[in-house]
């Protein structure tokens, strides 16, 4: 019923940018925060942004990406966008996005999509 659909994600050179989206359906979408997160195989999932419901005033990003990564919503298309610039090979992983009800915690989230590839060549 609740679906969320990342999309995007492709090959880039290091140092190149890409824009990811999550789009949702089967929730009120403004009603949620939206996280994105990241997984590489061998590695934990780790949690990479995370925008607050409503107007998405508060953004939240982790460390290694901030001043590079930006997120943003457009509620009236039920869309999360994840700016990704001046990426790095380390950056490579799969992307999803999740719905929850706040960006407390990265742990907090109901709701996955499926990931998108994002992989960053040196």
């Known amino acids: 019923e609740v679906q969320l659909q990342a999309s995007g994600g492709g090959l880039v050179q290091a140092g190149g940018s890409l824009r990811l989206s999550c789009v949702a359906s089967g929730l009120t979408f403004d009603e949620y925060a939206i996280g994105w997160f990241r997984q590489v195989p061998g590695k934990e999932r780790e949690g990479v942004s995370c925008?607050?419901?409503?107007?998405?005033?508060?953004?939240y990003y982790v460390d290694s990406v901030k001043g590079r990564f930006t997120t943003s919503r457009d509620n009236a298309e039920n869309t999360v966008y994840l700016q990704m610039d001046s990426l790095k090979p380390e950056d490579t992983a799969v992307y999803f996005c999740a719905a929850g009800y706040g960006c407390y915690s990265w742990t907090e989230y109901d709701y996955w999509g499926q990931g998108t590839q994002v992989t960053v060549s040196s």
């Open positions: 925008i607050s419901s409503s107007d998405g005033s508060s953004t």
